[in-house]
């Protein structure tokens, strides 16, 4: 082939291509090219290419430029590409921009021996990595070379990767050794190059085959799962990427951890051991194939979460902070998960006191209550306790799991006031100047019991001369006595009297009542009867003197005569008191008329307490009616006993006494 560059346009080519060779064994192809122009200007360009198969011609393996004087030079080719592949010699004349001299190639001959000028290739093996691994290949070449001379590896679509290092194997063999990064699109074929001006060295075509390490499609499967452990199945049937599958293993980490496990796998169901309880764990499966780099990302997660475990112990160091009489203030140790196993849990505060239940038997009565504790509190207050109690406390953490309780505590409150003395309990017997009083001590005592204060005061009486309201008095008792005698009071007087207990804290409530003292006969102040003031055959004239009313106003006096046989004289009766009904010598205050005249004395008149401011005499038997009673003349035949009483009426009850 000849081209006159002076007769071309720039840049246009010609080529020569050699029939396809499919050689068995080491053969040398040599030629011989002519560049030249007469004023030393370049001619062009020519370049030798190899195709493999028919496939993309690459990068030309040899070239020259330039003018190299007016001969004739000779290049030899050393392809090491052998049956059943063939190849093909393509030869590419350009023209230059200076369009002048002669390109010529002449003289092509297949030796079948090696070449002399330039080394040939050993046989380039397939490679096979795993993606994301650097694939190495080693070009060795025995013949005529140096190390100085380029060595490439050529990618099938012309990209050219230099080597990264050269080493001597021997004084005829060198080794250059190159690295590829092993990428999913990386995978081609790549050759081995070597050129110089005594001609080219090509390898044959060696494949890279990157594999993609594998990952399951589809995520483990829980098949259980306990407090500390979850079964799972591997489910590593489908798969995305290449086998074989030589090892299988399984990632965990808690979701809200950054720290993960990884653990082999020798079975298709596996038990993952020491979990946390309650925790939420993302668990992949990491399957592997051959070569360096093979293990595969981790693929679809399992997020499960294992199951609560009972407490790990009941809660401790259950004190009070502070003690009130109504409340206490408690406090325990802090709540942490190592203690609770589970992020749902509840706290319970569960106390129990007694409490009188009332009657008569001294029956005691249990209150029990359970308070919820709100989450992350290690203290609470309990209100609304009885005064002076002993109150049960314990402590309740519980998760579905378990629950565990506590040993109890007891505290006690402080002292309270105490509760009002129940009025009900108040019961007294009233005389006529001394009132028993007796009470109970209160319902809720809320501590122990000091003393009692009884105070009593005069507030109204039926007696005008007793001044009232009248001066309040107190008196104090100790603990135990539960009872107390007024003495000295005023008869027919109303008395406010209340009682209240004492604790250490002060006086409770105070019970009130209202007692009112019985009232007493009316009294005369003189000892002797007075002698008659005069007689006649049919009256006996007397000197009556009004008496004293002791705790309510006379209502009346009466008159009353007792015949005796003989002859009449008048006998004094010494002074009598007497209650109705008592039995003594005053006589009842009569019913009727008819009662009035019994057989043994007579009611001869009753006066009303107006007609007797002072000593005024009396004439029995002046044949007048006095309040319906009629004043009988006397017999001067018969003996008379003239007996004079006063009555006093106060609520349903008359006092009478006579002289």
């Not at 001969?71 to 200076?98: G, I, K, M, R």
């Not at 589970?342 to 006191?353: A, D, W």
């Not at 009004?546 to 009466?558: E, F």
């Not at 007579?602 to 002072?614: G, H, K, N, Q, R």
């Amino acid at each position: 082939m000849m081209v006159n560059s002076s007769q071309h346009a720039v840049g246009q080519r010609a080529h020569l291509l050699l029939r396809a060779l499919s050689e068995n064994d080491t053969h040398c192809i040599q030629f011989s090219y002519f560049l030249y122009s007469r004023d030393g200007h370049s001619p062009g360009d020519l370049q030798l290419y190899i195709r493999v198969n028919g496939g993309p011609r690459g990068s030309a393996v040899w070239n020259v430029s330039g003018s190299h004087g007016r001969q004739w030079h000779q290049v030899e080719l050393a392809v090491s590409t052998f049956w059943p592949s063939e190849y093909q010699v393509v030869f590419e004349a350009s023209v230059s921009a200076e369009r002048r001299g002669y390109i010529a190639i002449d003289d092509i001959l297949l030796l079948n021996y090696p070449c002399y000028k330039v080394p040939h290739f050993s046989r380039l093996g397939d490679v096979e990595v795993n993606a994301g691994q650097n694939a190495t290949f080693q070009c060795v070449a025995t013949g005529k070379t140096t190390e100085t001379e380029p060595f490439l590896l050529e990618r099938r679509n012309g990209v050219v990767v230099a080597a990264s290092s050269i080493q001597r194997l021997s004084h005829k063999r060198l080794m250059a050794t190159f690295q590829v990064a092993a990428e999913r699109g990386e995978q081609d074929l790549y050759r081995c190059v070597t050129e110089s001006t005594r001609g080219a060295a090509v390898s044959n075509f060696a494949e890279l085959i990157v594999r993609v390490p594998p990952t399951p499609i589809a995520p483990p499967q829980l098949l259980r799962a306990g407090p500390t452990y979850l079964i799972i199945q591997l489910n590593t049937n489908s798969i995305v990427g290449d086998g074989p599958v030589i090892r299988r293993e399984i990632e965990y980490r808690a979701s809200q951890s950054p720290w993960s496990e990884t653990h082999g796998v020798g079975s298709l169901t596996y038990k993952v051991w020491h979990l946390e309880p309650d925790t939420e764990y993302r668990i992949s499966v990491l399957l592997t194939r051959p070569g360096e780099g093979g293990t595969g990302a981790p693929g679809p997660p399992l997020v499960s979460r294992t199951k609560c475990a009972e407490p790990m112990r009941a809660l401790r160091g259950l004190t009070a902070t502070e003690i009130q009489p109504r409340q206490l203030t408690l406090q325990w140790e802090p709540l942490g998960y190592n203690l609770t196993r589970c992020h749902t849990y509840s706290v319970s505060l569960c106390y129990r006191y007694s409490t009188p239940a009332g009657g008569s038997a001294g029956n005691n009565a249990t209150v029990r209550e359970c308070l919820s504790v709100e989450r992350n509190q290690s203290h609470f207050t309990l209100r609304d306790l009885p005064p002076f109690r002993s109150v049960h406390v314990r402590l309740a953490l519980d998760n579905p799991e378990g629950k565990k309780e506590s040993r109890e505590v007891t505290f006690q409150t402080e002292e309270d006031i105490p509760g009002g003395v129940a009025p009900e309990s108040l019961t007294f017997t009233p005389l006529d100047d001394m009132i028993f009083l007796k009470w109970e001590e209160p319902v809720e005592p809320n501590g122990v019991i000091t003393q009692y204060e009884i105070s009593y005061q005069g507030i109204e009486s039926s007696d005008p001369g007793i001044n009232v309201p009248g001066p309040r008095r107190t008196v104090s008792k100790l603990r135990n006595e539960t009872y107390h005698m007024f003495s000295g009071l005023h008869p027919g007087t109303t008395y406010l009297v209340s009682v209240r207990a004492r604790t250490a804290k002060g006086f409770g409530q105070t019970a009130l009542t209202e007692i009112t003292t019985n009232i007493s006969a009316p009294v005369f102040d003189y000892e002797d009867v007075p002698a008659p003031l005069s007689e006649s055959e049919s009256t006996i004239t007397v000197l009556l003197r009004p008496a004293l009313g002791r705790g309510a106003p006379v209502s009346a006096y009466q008159v009353v005569v007792v015949e005796e046989d003989g002859s009449r004289r008048v006998r004094r009766s010494r002074r009598r008191r007497r209650e109705l009904g008592s039995g003594s010598d005053c006589f009842p205050v009569p019913a009727s008329q008819v009662e009035a005249q019994s057989k043994s004395h007579y009611y001869t008149a009753e006066l009303p307490p107006s007609s007797l401011p002072e000593a005024t005499p009396f004439t029995v038997g002046d044949n007048h009616t006095y309040n319906g009673y009629w004043n009988t003349p006397l017999d001067p035949s018969k003996n008379y006993l003239v007996f004079f009483q006063a009555i006093s009426n106060f609520r349903g009850v008359s006092l009478l006494t006579c002289q």
